[in-house]
């Protein structure tokens, strides 16, 4: 059996308020700790003891100093050591049983899967919806909301359950309320007994225009201000009911940690939205671009044929009329495709994997850009390959991806002009869209930092470059992205889209 | 029997175009050449030695701008006045179009795209009189 003598935090920190020092520090004396994580005196629990000296400096008390503690090496360690058996905090700090206390340890451990799953994958909703319940369980409230500004003049909205029908709430930004009072004065609002206080009208601001719209009644409320970097209020994220009774320092501070985590999640939504909402713009301006190309095209053929026809009538050339008839005929079918297409033109709708002619859209999309190249004295060119007229793929989703890559490839080109080129080709069971440029070229590093944006989908990095698109229809396709690049050499970017989806 | 006809050469990758063009101008009395695309039509020049060159600027290959550029480049073919067609509005064909950093379209003129073939007809008159 081997016994290994747990270390307290002067120890491990090498400091001079031990006990038996001549400064002794407030852990150093808490003999009604000793025992808890298997240390001394509160040597294994320093982060729940107001003043201690860290470091020689006088630290505040519990919510004070608990972002220092998180992140100190030694609170790290003996959540280590102790593994599930690891108390966060003391039962005499006020909670009831050792369930409890592991309920806690559980929400540090939440806290910080909220913040992973914010850094990967994104769902506005589903994060939301994620922090909600660990704010509910957290506090041991029986409801949990976020409520976010919204409209001119701003008022917070929000969406919950209420007996199994989604009740939507809407609460004007005033001090008629303890959330718009918390919203309008940026300030955290702790209702300890709500009928008691609205009846003695105290300062807290309780309203129960809520409680009487959901045939509830709330005793207890915590509102926490959810704010952005610029500590602008951006909405409130409220608990209401604690099975305690009331809303402890504890509940309230760990609010205050959720609501920081909401921030991040609106920021990044926003971000997300912007993102979007660019690559909406560009794909209209370049629509636009080609449609004007396109009824020139078709004008242009208009004019010539009915001169021609004129003349025939005029000098009798009956061979005249019936080709320029037929060249007329069939640029009045492609507009009149054209105005059916555009009426049915939805963005929203998602654009549907079928067979087609996949040389086809490639080369749509690159000679959209060839005006663009000539401008940039860029040498735009196409290597069409051969066995991919009845290739699956989203017409839309492909375009755009093109596009994309060429306009980045065009970017990469030196000022002085470049060459890219766009080829398709069978690989394997792919097929293989690639678009190539004499330009700057990309590191290592930067290669890879592309690359991560496929990989982890996060589409909010990257977005000046358009990749996003490419990200989202790459995922809708089931394809995926190569690229070939060397400092000075150039780039190749690869799309390989496998035939069945 | 009058003098010869003068000859066009019409360079275009659409083939409704190219014969759209042609059929404007044959009844007129020009003799009509054609070509599909740029490096066609250098070849052309070569071979049939045409009085005008009506040049469509957006092709596959060697586009109108370039092969414009190489006539005008070659002894042989710079006195061959060209017309230009572009979809594109004539400033900006003119200022912002470098071909080895160098503006080099001079092209004698710039038809923009739909033409007026009342308009075509003037222009080509104009340098084959």
Redesign the interface.
């Known amino acids: 059996m081997t016994i290994t003598r747990k270390v307290n935090c002067w120890e491990v920190l090498s400091c001079e308020h031990g006990p038996g020092c001549p400064e002794p520090c407030p852990a150093a004396l808490d003999v009604t700790s000793t025992g808890v994580n298997g240390g001394l005196n509160a040597g294994r629990i320093c982060w729940t003891v107001p003043g201690t000296i860290c470091g020689g400096e006088l630290q505040g008390d519990f919510v004070d100093k608990q972002e220092v503690c998180l992140n100190c090496p030694f609170f790290q360690q003996v959540r280590g050591e102790e593994g599930t058996a690891f108390r966060f905090v003391k039962l005499a700090q006020g909670l009831r049983d050792a369930e409890s206390l592991h309920a806690r340890i559980t929400q540090v451990e939440s806290l910080m899967g909220i913040h992973d799953q914010l850094r990967a994958r994104f769902n506005l909703d589903a994060v939301i919806a994620e922090i909600t319940r660990q704010a509910r369980l957290l506090t041991q409230a029986q409801r949990s909301l976020v409520l976010v500004l919204r409209g001119k003049p701003p008022r917070l909205h929000g969406e919950f359950m209420l007996r199994g029908n989604m009740v939507q709430v809407d609460i004007p930004v005033d001090e008629t309320s303890a959330v718009g009072y918390a919203a309008l004065r940026n300030k955290v609002v702790n209702v300890k007994d709500a009928y008691r206080a609205a009846a003695a009208d105290d300062d807290a601001p309780f309203n129960r225009t809520f409680d009487d719209a959901c045939e509830c009644r709330t005793d207890s409320l915590l509102a926490v201000p959810v704010c952005d970097s610029d500590n602008r209020v951006l909405g409130v994220i409220t608990a209401a009911n604690s099975a305690k009774g009331s809303f402890s320092q504890d509940d309230q501070w760990f609010m205050e940690r959720y609501a920081v985590e909401v921030a991040l999640a609106l920021e990044k939504a926003r971000l997300l939205q912007e993102a979007v909402a660019a690559g909406r713009m560009a794909s209209i301006s370049e629509s636009l671009a080609s449609l004007s190309h396109f009824l020139k095209d078709v004008a242009h053929a208009l004019m010539g044929s009915s001169y021609i026809i004129r003349r025939g009538i005029e000098r009798g050339r009956m061979d005249d009329i019936k080709s320029a008839w037929e060249i007329l005929d069939r640029h009045v079918k492609r507009l009149a495709q054209l105005c059916k297409d555009v009426l049915t033109y939805d963005p929203e709708r998602p654009d549907e994997i079928c067979p087609g002619d996949l040389n086809e859209t490639v080369a749509e999309a690159v000679s959209l850009l060839q005006e663009e190249a000539r401008t940039r004295a860029i040498k735009l060119g196409t290597d069409l390959g051969p066995g991919l007229a009845q290739w699956r793929h989203s017409k839309r989703g492909i375009y755009q991806c093109v596009v994309n890559l060429v306009v980045n490839a065009f970017d990469a080109c030196l000022p002085g002009g470049g060459h890219v080129t766009v080829t398709t080709e069978r690989c394997g069971e792919d097929a293989a869209i690639r678009v190539a440029d004499d330009g700057r070229g990309m590191d290592e590093e930067t290669r890879e930092q592309v690359l991560e944006v496929f990989r982890t989908g996060d589409k909010t990095r990257g977005s000046g470059i358009g990749l996003p698109t490419v990200v989202d229809v790459m995922e809708r396709c089931g394809g995926r992205l190569e690229i070939e690049s060397e400092p000075g050499k150039g780039s190749t970017f690869s799309i390989l889209l496998p035939e069945s989806p | 029997m009058g003098e010869p006809r003068k000859k066009v050469l019409v360079v275009d990758d659409d083939r ?2 190219l ?3 042609s ?2 101008l044959e ?1 007129e009395g020009y003799e009509i050449i054609t070509a599909e695309n740029g490096a066609e039509a250098l070849e052309k020049v070569e071979s049939e030695a045409p009085d005008l060159i009506l040049l469509d600027v ?1 092709m ?2 060697l ?1 109108g ?1 370039a092969a414009c550029a190489k006539l005008k480049a070659s002894p042989h073919s710079k006195g061959i006045p060209v017309v230009l067609l572009t ?2 509005a004539k400033q ?1 064909t003119k200022t ?4 080895d ?1 160098v503006l080099r379209a001079e092209a004698e003129e710039y038809l923009e ?6 308009e075509l007809l003037k222009v080509v008159a104009g340098y084959l009189k």
């Open positions: 409704d175009d014969k759209m063009i059929m404007i009844p957006m596959p290959e586009d701008f979809g594109v900006i912002r179009y470098p071909i950093g795209k739909p033409v007026d073939p009342e």
